[in-house]
């Protein structure tokens, strides 16, 4: 009987067997956390993103040693690699709702833009077509900074220090803010 067993094992099984694995098993660590509403969540003093629908929601995050899996029930609904610096954000651009998913040179973005900087006036539309040449990579914050004079000042103002602005080749948003406070909109250019 003893015997058969060898034979049967050496004929059958043997050839079948798979090896085992040189790691070690690594139990997963499932942790619960809430969604912030920038669509992150924190692990580990890191941050990854989670689609902005579950903002607000508790969420299950399944951590292995390489592997953030974001789980809402069945559902896996992100999965990122474990960031190796604390405090970096791991972002999918994707999880943010489309408002939110900017790209400088999105031709939905500077349509958007432009047509605000064109309510101030002449001088805006041109210092927007300025910020978009010279600063391709930052003109919606300047432009964000432009806009946001309206709130102290009107149009025609914010419009008249554009103008000075452009006469000397200006793009900085703190220059331009600063010739709203000081009234050297209304200095003659020469």
């Not at 049967?8 to 098993?25: G, H, S, T």
């Not at 960031?83 to 040179?105: A, L, Q």
């Not at 103008?163 to 220059?175: D, E, G």
């Not at 406070?181 to 003659?188: D, K, T």
Request: aromatic residues 10%; charged residues 25%; contains cysteine.
């Amino acid at each position: 009987m003893e015997q058969q067993r060898g034979e049967l094992f050496e004929a059958e099984e043997k050839n079948v067997l798979k090896v085992l694995p040189i790691a070690d098993f690594i139990f997963p660590e499932i942790v619960s956390r809430i969604v912030h509403k920038d669509c992150h969540i924190a692990v580990h003093n890191s941050y990854y993103s989670v689609p902005h629908e579950y903002v607000g929601k508790e969420i299950n995050v399944v951590q292995d040693d390489k592997l953030i899996k974001v789980r809402s029930g069945d559902k896996q609904i992100a999965v990122h690699s474990i960031s190796e610096v604390p405090g970096t954000f791991v972002t999918n651009t994707s999880h943010y709702p489309k408002y939110k998913n900017f790209s400088h040179s999105s031709r939905e973005y500077l349509d958007l833009y432009e047509s605000k900087m064109k309510v101030i006036g002449t001088h805006g539309a041109q210092m927007f077509a300025l910020l978009v040449q010279k600063e391709p990579y930052g003109w919606y914050r300047i432009a964000q900074g432009i806009l946001s004079l309206k709130k102290q000042y009107s149009d025609s103002v914010v419009d008249l220090a554009c103008q000075r602005a452009l006469a000397f080749n200006i793009t900085s948003y703190s220059k331009i803010k600063r010739i709203c406070e000081s009234g050297s909109y209304n200095l003659p250019i020469t």
